[in-house]
């Protein structure tokens, strides 16, 4: 048996000789990998519309999404702002978005929501027409502000991006939260 061993053994191939066949074969067969020539970087938001506009604000800006709340009017408020509601055991004001920027109220329909926003001490919720969702934008997907913008909004938007055909409206919320405005109504 040990001749049998020691034969076999002389005859086969060094263990080296072996991986090698198989590294040639393989190199032989195989395709070259993809070359990545261009990393894109994207980042990404909630998209949301107001007056038939699409806006995104980045993830980081937006808390909560609440459905529908029950909102109860404060007498003898601003026009814009819709009410109170109750958050978990905590009064939030809600601010018409829409009506906040002179674009309109925004009509209740099953499909509005309201955006909880928060920046240090400042909680508030924002009355939408409706959620777009989570949206992915390159930055290479940034395209110039349109001519038309109102000036209500030139100051919270920092950008335009195009997808889809669809153009979206960069909306800086912290900017919203720290205007003295807002700031006098949502406190």
Known sequence: MNEIIMEHSAQADPPYKILSDIDQRCRQVSGELPKIED??????GIGFSI??????????QIQEILSNPEITAVPGAKKWIRGITNNRGNLLPVI????YLDMGPTPMSRRSRVLV??????????????????RHFLYDEEVGLPADLLASLQTYI???YSKGGQMWLLFNMRRLA????????AA
Do not use: C, H, M, Y
Request: proline share 4%; no cysteine; net charge negative.
């Open 158 to 160: 920092e950008g335009a």
């Open 178 to 185: 720290e205007t003295p405005r807002f700031i006098q109504a």
């Open 96 to 99: 018409d978005l829409s009506a």
């Open 117 to 134: 926003i928060q920046f240090g001490l400042l909680t508030s919720g924002l009355l939408v027409q409706k959620i777009q969702g989570q």
């Open 39 to 44: 990393v894109k970087t994207q980042w990404a």
């Open 51 to 60: 007056a038939d506009v699409n806006f995104v604000s980045p993830l980081g």
